[in-house]
């Protein structure tokens, strides 16, 4: 079972950009599917970016064109690359299996896009 930690995120002005990583423990190379979400104050959690071990990648389309996930088997890590980032991208990001497992939510990130 994927244990992820999510780190990388912080407060950064709109126009801006941050990296997300994931480090997951239990062996994310092993699943096919992982992906990133997100969860802003008041709102139910949303998928974000997927990622397969092909290396093929869907999006929101909210996020399309500004974010990028990327992944490294060898290291069980799925990052998320974000720029040109807008208030409306406030908010907790978690990564986890797609589709989810409810067991494997970690902590999140905090990522606060504010000038």
């Known amino acids: 079972q994927v244990q992820p930690v999510e780190a990388g995120g912080g407060l950064v002005q709109p126009g801006g950009s941050l990296r997300l990583s994931c480090a997951a423990s239990?062996?994310?190379?092993?699943?096919?599917?992982m992906g990133w979400y997100r969860q802003a104050p008041g709102k139910g959690r949303e998928f974000v970016a997927g990622?397969?071990?092909?290396?093929?990648?869907t999006y929101a389309d909210s996020v399309k064109g500004r974010f990028t996930i990327s992944r490294d088997n060898a290291k069980n890590t799925v990052n998320l690359q974000m720029n040109n980032l807008r208030p409306e991208d406030t908010a907790v990001y978690y990564c986890?299996?797609?589709?989810?497992?409810?067991?494997?939510w970690g902590q999140g990130t905090q990522v606060t896009v504010s000038s």
């Open positions: 239990g062996g994310s190379a092993g699943i096919d599917f």
């Open positions: 990622i397969r071990r092909s290396g093929r990648t």
């Open positions: 986890n299996t797609v589709p989810v497992n409810p067991s494997s």
